[in-house]
């Protein structure tokens, strides 16, 4: 599976990759050559990322499904019960 970015996300990505070699490396690095590393980093590391979001979401799923019985639960057979409430409130 490819990772694709948006194209106003690419750019962004891009500029961000400019930015980070102008301040933190002796040499600047061209639009061109940011926006192939950003291809390399996609194809090579995305999946990675990708894949361990995967993972995260379905751990966060699964904790939301193992307590679904906590929030849609109902109590069985509650029909006579509000009429005996009812009776043992009329009792003197």
Do not use: C
């Amino acid at each position: 599976m490819t990772i694709a970015l948006p194209k106003d996300v690419h750019q962004q990505a891009v500029a961000s990759i400019e930015r980070y070699f102008r301040e933190n490396m002796e040499e600047k690095i061209g639009n061109i050559a940011a926006s192939g590393l950003l291809g390399f980093f996609l194809e090579e590391i995305g999946p990675s990322v990708y894949n361990q979001a995967v993972a995260d979401v379905q751990e966060r799923l699964q904790q939301r499904v193992a307590e679904i019985d906590i929030e849609v639960h109902e109590d069985e057979f509650r029909y006579w019960q509000k009429f005996d409430r009812a009776a043992k409130k009329g009792r003197p």
